[in-house]
């Protein structure tokens, strides 16, 4: 067989394939480059990119312009000429998001030798500036065990107050979205095994994962499961059903937290809303003010990308609050 010589083969990130096919170039760019915090980006990521790459591409065509020199004027008229699905103006997000990732790509263009002088996306960072940086919204410091004594010392005279106590818990016990909790099925518990989880389906961009049940909240969730099993639900295999015996309401759910949370006589200081998301994130912050390793807090929250969970280690000030596992 004859030997291929590898100064001949063709280099598939060279300047040369980058302009005879630029949409090829992109995609192999972007499926085996690694992104800032050093992970290669996933499927999902790698195909909107190259959606809106090809978008910019079209761009280009139209206008006649050449990836070797195309400055600045030209990449403001494809901003600001973004539209949405349904034919409205783009909003500054989608605009901001596109040039992020632009400046990336000219930069790359630069390093291989496709382009000459300084980046055409930089000088419009000051107008297109992005948006402040949300904190994710949580309980104060140490205020996650005062929520939970809070929720386990209201009184209990009927089925729906243990339904409640079991979910609340739950949730700020496993990381739940407000969503999962209210669909979660009891298939989807496992408490067979040391420790006991769940499993929870895959949903939009949330792929499928585990959850641990926190030791505080087992004991809340099988007085529930206890009591549910004498309740006349014919089969019903939600978990947290209404008193109509199906699913509850997003409403339902948000009201219970809220009435807590801004509860005077409860003393509890949430910040960035009084959402059952405030339980959710103050789950994750308290795993990792415990040490939990990033890559397993992750795949707890369903997380795709790693720089989201890192967001939640940044405002974690003091490792106390209720033990994590």
């Not at 001949?8 to 170039?25: C, K, V």
């Not at 790359?108 to 904190?135: D, M, Q, T």
């Not at 089925?159 to 969503?179: E, F, H, K």
Request: glycine share 8%; hydrophobic share 40%.
């Amino acid at each position: 067989m004859e030997q291929l010589s590898l100064i001949a083969l063709p280099r598939i990130d060279g300047a040369e394939h980058w302009l005879r096919s630029p949409a090829a170039a992109f995609e192999n760019w972007q499926r085996n480059t690694p992104h800032t915090e050093g992970f290669l980006y996933a499927a999902h990521s790698v195909r909107q990119h190259c959606a809106m790459w090809h978008g910019f591409i079209d761009f280009l065509g139209r206008q006649q312009l050449d990836l070797r020199s195309v400055q600045s004027d030209a990449l403001a008229r494809f901003l600001d000429g973004l539209q949405a699905k349904d034919g409205s103006s783009a909003k500054d997000s989608t605009r901001r998001r596109y040039l992020k990732l632009l400046a990336a790509t000219f930069d790359h263009l630069h390093a291989i030798g496709v382009r000459r002088g300084g980046n055409p996306c930089l000088v419009l960072f000051k107008y297109y500036r992005p948006a402040p940086v949300k904190s994710p919204g949580a309980l104060a410091a140490q205020e996650d065990d005062k929520f939970v004594a809070i929720v386990l010392g209201m009184a209990a005279t009927t089925w729906r107050d243990v339904r409640d106590q079991a979910m609340l818990i739950l949730i700020i016990g496993s990381g739940l979205y407000a969503t999962e909790a209210i669909s979660l099925q009891l298939q989807h518990l496992i408490l067979d095994t040391d420790p006991p989880y769940i499993i929870i389906d895959a949903h939009g961009k949330v792929p499928e994962r585990r959850a641990p049940i926190i030791a505080f909240a087992r004991a809340p969730l099988q007085r529930w499961l206890d009591l549910r099993a004498t309740l006349p639900l014919r089969g019903e295999q939600t978990v947290f059903v209404s008193g109509k015996g199906g699913k509850m309401l997003p409403a339902t759910l948000y009201r219970k937290v809220q009435a807590i949370l801004k509860d005077t006589d409860s003393n509890l200081r949430p910040r960035g809303g009084f959402g059952p998301q405030v339980l959710r994130n103050s789950f994750l912050m308290r795993q990792l003010a415990k040490d939990k390793p990033v890559d397993v807090v992750q795949q707890w929250a369903g997380h795709v990308e790693l720089k989201s969970t890192l967001r939640y280690r940044g405002l974690v000030v003091n490792p106390g609050g209720v033990e994590a596992e």
